[in-house]
Every structure is written in structure tokens, then in C-alpha cells.
């Protein structure tokens, strides 16, 4: 990463002691956003066309009427046909630089993964086919509170393209967004104080956040969300696989632990319990593709019971 960003010139000593100083996976792939290689965008397009002077100088000076300064910018030979095309990539030079700002995007995705809710709808049609999942055809939690099983069987659903999944700014929506905006407005300098640009600057602001952040940090926290849940099911599950081994059924009796074969092997102890040959998942919520990670729970458990089991046919005395 800082030589990524070192070849491209671009790597000052306050950038590398931010990096070197990153305290979360999030807050590096942040701070790298902005330098990380990408295909060519509509704002590295409009760079090229000679139009960052005319989203800096809006930006600079919001008295300016953005029709008439950008009728200055017009160029057929660079692909600026109009006022209008000019305006559009100064407004798209502004969201990539808005939408790449490390803090803005941490300070968004922490008060979003604290105030989301994930919303779940039916896709048309799908209601038969879907019928296990009704219970969510229309279901609404928030991201923060939801519990593990419930979190992975709606994106079961969605991967099964029986659900879509949204995720709202809060309990009122609208007003979510239209807060999201103003944290971004306010971090680029910019109100409605009835200049020439203030409207059109503001709606930049809108454009970053509805376009651009919302997308990029609803897949953030659900990719963050999906793997919190995935462990704390396998956790869960070896919990209770555990308990399972360890349980006690009743006093004066030996302690025999059975394998999977059904043979029962005597343990020191006073205490017996026989296992089922293949104990099922406490957490029925796990996905299939999550079987992988259970079995090497399961694996774990069975190597700790063959150390503590001893030969069935030892006996005291003999």
C-alpha cells in the first residue's frame, strides 16, 4: 500500500503515519481509497477534459452563476459539448473527492452501523418459492440488534434471490439521508445561503451521499455484519457441542463418552452420558456454505474427547 501510493507520488508523512497508525481494517482500505488503482472514472474523464478549475472555482467562490462560469469551459476537441456536460463533470470531480475522504466515510460508517435498519421486501413472485422465508417478506430490525440466526437467514434469502435487503438511515428514512447529506455538506464548506452556486453545490452533497456513500457503506457494514454473525454462529455452536460432551446425566455411574460408531469408551469420573453418533447443529441458522468452519469445530471437539477417553475394557484392578 505505501508503495502503491509512493510510486504515484502522492505519499506525504502525515498520509504515512495515518496509515502506519490505522487502528482498523476499515479505516486503512479509508485512507487507501482515494490512491488505490481503479478503471477510469467518469471524474478522472473529467479531469482530463480541463474541468477540476470549474468545480474548484464553484466551490471557492458559490457567488459565481455555475451556468454562465461554465460556459468558459466548453471544448467540442475535449468531449465538453455544453455548459451542462461541463457542470456534470465538475459535479462528478467533487463526489469522487467528497466520497474518497477518510474521516467523512468512517465518521458515516460508524453513525450508520449504530442508527441502520435492515430492511427486508419480497422479490415479485417469489412468495411460493420462497415460503420459509415468510417471516421476512416484509421485516424490519435494527443492524445493530439483530441476532446472529436472523441477520444469516435473511442473506440466505437474498442469495437465494427470494428477498432484497436495504439498509435505511434510521427509523425514518428520509430524514436519515437528509442528515447524511448535511454531514457531508458540512464537511465541504458548503450552505444554503442563497448564492448564485449554493443550490447546485448542495445537490453535489446529495449526489455523494445517495450514489455514492450509502452504496459503498451498505455493503461495508453487511459484509462487516455477515461476518460478525458467521462467528458467533460457530462459536455458539461449538458452545453447545461442548456442553453436549461435558453434560452430566446422573450421579454414581462412570463417565463414558460414546464415539461415533456408537461404542462407549469409560472416562474417570462418576457421571455417564452417551453422545448421539452425529449431534445436530444447535444453530440451525449456519448457511451450507458455512458446514466447512462447523465441521472443524466438530473436528476440534472429537481429537479432545479421544484424549480424555480411556479404553473401554480397562477396569480398576486389571
Not at 445537490?203 to 453487511?222: E, G, I, N, S, V
Not at 460414546?258 to 453422545?275: I, K, T, V
Amino acid at each position: 500500500m505505501l508503495a502503491s501510493i509512493g510510486e504515484q507520488g502522492k505519499l506525504s508523512d502525515e498520509l504515512r503515519n495515518d496509515i502506519l497508525a490505522a487502528d482498523t481494517k476499515s479505516r486503512l482500505e479509508d485512507l487507501y481509497l482515494p490512491y488505490k488503482p481503479k478503471r477510469r472514472t467518469r471524474a478522472q474523464i473529467a479531469r482530463e477534459a480541463g474541468l477540476e478549475p470549474l468545480a474548484d472555482g464553484l466551490l471557492a467562490d458559490p457567488t459565481q452563476d455555475p451556468q454562465t462560469f461554465a460556459a468558459t469551459f466548453v471544448d467540442a476537441d475535449k468531449g465538453v459539448a455544453d455548459a451542462k456536460s461541463a457542470l456534470e463533470g465538475a459535479r462528478a470531480i467533487l463526489m469522487e473527492r467528497w466520497g474518497e475522504d477518510a474521516a467523512l466515510v468512517g465518521e458515516l460508517r460508524t453513525w450508520l452501523g449504530e442508527t441502520g435498519v435492515i430492511r427486508a421486501r419480497v422479490a415479485e413472485g417469489k412468495e411460493t418459492e420462497g415460503a420459509k422465508y415468510r417471516d421476512y417478506f416484509e421485516h424490519a430490525e435494527a443492524l445493530a440488534k439483530i441476532p446472529s440466526h436472523r441477520l444469516l437467514a435473511l442473506f440466505r434469502a437474498r442469495r437465494e434471490e427470494i428477498l432484497f435487503l436495504e439498509l435505511d438511515p434510521g427509523s425514518d428514512a428520509e430524514a436519515g439521508h437528509q442528515y447524511a447529506e448535511g454531514r457531508v455538506a458540512r464537511k465541504a464548506g458548503i450552505a444554503d445561503q442563497g448564492r448564485a452556486a449554493d443550490r447546485w453545490l448542495l445537490d453535489a452533497c446529495r449526489l455523494t451521499w445517495r450514489a455514492k456513500l450509502h452504496t459503498h457503506l451498505l455493503l461495508d457494514l453487511f459484509n462487516q455484519a455477515r461476518e460478525k454473525a458467521e462467528a458467533e454462529a460457530i462459536a455458539v455452536f461449538g458452545d453447545n457441542l461442548k456442553d453436549l460432551l461435558l453434560a452430566r446425566t446422573g450421579p454414581g455411574h462412570p463417565h463414558r463418552l460414546q464415539d461415533r460408531r456408537g461404542r462407549c469408551h469409560r472416562q474417570a469420573g462418576r457421571h455417564r452420558h452417551h453422545l448421539p453418533a452425529r449431534a445436530a447443529s444447535p444453530v440451525g441458522a449456519v448457511a451450507a456454505d458455512d458446514q466447512a468452519a462447523v465441521r472443524q469445530a466438530q473436528r476440534g471437539t472429537d481429537r479432545d474427547r479421544q484424549r480424555h477417553c480411556q479404553p473401554r475394557n480397562r477396569q480398576a484392578g486389571r
